[in-house]
Nanobody, 124 residues
């Protein structure tokens, strides 16, 4: 069965860094659109970044220059490298996969078929 498991979250001071991981099973990451999303308390879930089957990346304006999405096809794992974290980045972070690989963007959450359980990132 399809499964996405996030890890790497935690508590950090402003200005710090974290790398989130998303281990996928039951499907091949290289053939899917993969994305990171986040949801802060009291707010709607928002797109953070995506990477398509060709390796083309897209990042939300709020994280450009600070966050970088990447993947390791050999390990079937998705990553989100986060630097220069600030308190506005505090949220539950989710990875997701979309089978419609030709339409890959963090702005279209409805396109993502599979979701992980999330990992908490707290910046203080």
């Amino acid at each position: 069965q399809v499964q996405l498991v996030e890890s790497g979250g935690g508590s950090v001071q402003a200005g710090g860094s974290l790398r989130l991981s998303c281990a996928a099973s039951g499907f091949t990451v290289s053939r899917y659109c993969m994305g990171w999303f986040r949801q802060a308390p009291g707010k709607e879930r928002e797109g953070v970044a995506s990477i398509n089957s060709f390796g083309v990346r897209s990042h939300a304006d709020s994280v450009k220059g600070r966050f970088t999405i990447s993947k390791d096809n050999a390990n079937n794992t998705l990553y989100l490298q986060m630097t220069s974290l600030n308190t506005e980045d505090t949220a539950m972070y989710y990875c997701a996969a979309a089978s419609r690989w030709w339409y890959c963007t963090p702005d279209k959450q409805n396109e993502y078929n599979y979701w992980g359980q999330g990992t908490q990132v707290t910046v203080s």
